[in-house]
């Protein structure tokens, strides 16, 4: 009678493993800012850190290898406690990997003549933050610069981008240096507010956002610093046909970024 040898499970990883007991550190936005590493947790943020080499370590329970063999044939198994103790959401993916991602300086990013920049000033919502990288890599921006609030690099902000953290640079820098910078190299900072001097509508009727643009978007709940608003070239604000209040960051976001990108392709298309 033949014999079928059984394949040979890999050991799952001690919680007092040593490569475990860094990852875990990560949920920190201390040691993230130390180590220059963070988590990446979910198939579709592991399938594109992957895809750009920003992986230094991967983890996964035997239930997401079951789901995702193709993304984690190199990875340690852990127990789903263990996963649970990765992740900073409601509903563990048990896929984590921790990553590094270099991400180039504000000087750099402007020597490269950016057309579309984008800047979340303040914005405390994880999931607002992700949406706005993730709008912004859809709408084909150079680059998204955030100058306090949370950490970019924070799990929920890191799933909720959806894997378009590894798509554009992704910095922490200061609005006044960022406008600075800008005014130098001729691209224009427009500052949304809801009490702005001039509409989206007007700046798309006159051409206004044809040109190199930085978007500046302020706290959920205060909207841009006054000064802030008058060191930028424009106000603006998002006209509002029907009866609601006003829109989320978010949407305001989209709206603006799909604005300038739409005007933008337009003039390299003729």
Not at 50 to 72: K, N, Q, Y
Not at 89 to 98: C, K, S
Not at 169 to 194: D, F, I, K, N, Y
């Amino acid at each position: 009678m033949a014999l079928h040898r059984r394949r040979r499970l890999p050991d799952l990883l001690s919680s007092n493993n040593a490569r475990l007991a860094s990852a875990r550190r990560l949920t920190s936005r201390k040691d993230r800012r130390e180590t220059g590493r963070f988590l990446a947790e979910g198939a579709q943020a592991v399938r594109e850190a992957l895809a750009v080499g920003a992986v230094v370590e991967l983890f996964a329970t035997a239930e997401a290898r079951d789901r995702h063999p193709e993304l984690s044939a190199d990875a340690a198994e852990i127990s789903a406690r263990d996963a649970a103790a990765l992740s900073e959401t409601v509903t563990p993916q048990g896929l984590v990997a921790v990553c590094r991602l270099p991400q180039p300086a504000l000087a750099e990013v402007l020597e490269r003549r950016p057309r579309l920049l984008v800047a979340p000033v303040a914005c405390n919502e994880p999931g607002n933050l992700g949406a706005i990288i993730r709008t912004a890599d859809a709408a084909g921006a150079d680059a998204v610069l955030v100058d306090g609030g949370v950490d970019p690099y924070n799990g929920k902000v890191v799933r909720a981008t959806a894997g378009s953290l590894f798509h554009l640079p992704v910095l922490a820098c200061s609005s006044v240096e960022l406008l600075a910078g800008c005014r130098q190299r001729g691209v224009q900072a427009l500052a949304t507010t809801g009490r702005g001097t001039s509409t989206l509508d007007e700046l798309i009727d006159d051409g206004t956002l044809v040109g190199p643009t930085l978007w500046l978007f302020g706290n959920e709940a205060h909207g841009l610093a006054g000064p802030l608003i008058e060191q930028a070239d424009l106000s603006v604000r998002v006209p509002i046909y029907g009866r609601a209040e006003s829109l989320n960051l978010a949407a305001t976001a989209a709206v603006c970024l799909y604005a300038s990108a739409r005007q933008q392709r337009q003039r390299e298309t003729g």
